[in-house]
């Protein structure tokens, strides 16, 4: 399971700002981890419920960092966007 933060409990509508940490990079691991928990990623149109999908206009899954080694020069790589919404 993805390692999990709650940075914010929001109103209007009710929702939570979470900041997940994932183990591997498996495709939909976020997505999955989250449904599981009983809390669909909104806007998620493959594992989210009719009710969570109304509530954004897309997936609201965003990488705040990312890290690698880059490809090419073998160098680390850190990659920072913050969070849009």
Do not use: N, W
């Amino acid at each position: 399971m993805s390692e999990y933060k709650v940075l914010q409990r929001l109103a209007q509508p009710r929702r939570t700002l979470v900041q997940f940490t994932p183990l591997t990079g498996r495709t939909h691991q976020l997505r999955i981890h989250s449904l599981a928990m009983g809390h669909p990623i909104l806007g998620c149109d493959l594992y989210g419920s009719e009710q969570s999908e109304q509530k954004a206009e897309r997936l609201l899954l965003h990488a705040s960092d990312v890290y690698f080694e880059h490809p090419s020069r073998g160098e680390p790589f850190h990659g920072q966007c913050p969070c849009p919404f």
